[in-house]
């Protein structure tokens, strides 16, 4: 269900800020859109593991938080990382 360190790295490259962001809340969201959706795979061949559902639970609202920050503070990035996860 991990992101696989090339996943993880095609995902900073396409939404860094500059050449060592890793961190900034841009990446962070690509990387938890991408966790919750292998979740969500999971989650439907294994309908009972509560486990992994309170993970899920908590992705999604760290993602919301991320999101709610960036919109506060740059509209303009928070529109353009919506339209590119279709968010």
Known sequence: ???????KEELIKKFRLHEKDVGSPDVQIALLTEEIKKLI???KDNPHD???KRGLI????????LLKYLKRVSIRRYKKIVEELNL
């Open 41 to 43: 795979k999971h989650l």
């Open 1 to 7: 269900m991990a992101l696989t360190r090339e996943e």
């Open 58 to 65: 908590l992705k999604v609202a760290h993602r919301r938080k």
């Open 50 to 52: 509560n486990n992994s």
